[in-house]
């Protein structure tokens, strides 16, 4: 069984940091695409960040040059450093990757449970 966890999620005042953490843990033969997505409060679900195994990085406009997106393959980790952060990205924060099991030829979709972050003054 595959499980996503993500950590580092809290309060910060505005204009500070943060760093998420997502690591995939269980039956794992390989991972594809890692990303990051985002819900707040009363708003759909949307992509922030993805990393594929290749270069191409997408970040979402809002976050451009603000968040950094980056994985650890040998620990099957993303992280998203989060800087200059504002109010509006208030939201509780989602790991999502595309893992293949061992025995099988396809990718499924896995999400975790999701990390809570407050930008506030």
């Known amino acids: 069984q595959v499980q996503l966890v993500e950590s580092g999620g809290g309060f910060v005042q505005p204009g500070g940091s943060l760093r998420l953490s997502c690591a995939a843990s269980?039956?794992?033969?390989?991972?594809?695409?890692m990303g990051w997505y985002r819900q707040a409060p009363g708003k759909e679900r949307e992509l922030v960040a993805r990393?594929?195994?290749?270069?191409?990085?997408n970040y979402a406009d809002s976050v451009k040059g603000r968040f950094t997106i980056s994985r650890d393959n040998a620990k099957n980790t993303v992280y998203l450093q989060m800087d200059s952060l504002k109010p509006e990205d208030t939201a509780i924060y989602y790991c999502?990757?595309?893992?293949?099991?061992?025995?099988?030829?396809?990718?499924?979709?896995?999400w975790g449970k999701g990390t809570l972050v407050t930008v506030s003054s």
């Open positions: 999502n990757a595309y893992i293949r099991t061992p025995y099988v030829v396809y990718f499924t979709n896995y």
């Open positions: 269980g039956s794992i033969a390989s991972i594809n695409a």
């Open positions: 990393i594929p195994t290749g270069d191409s990085i």
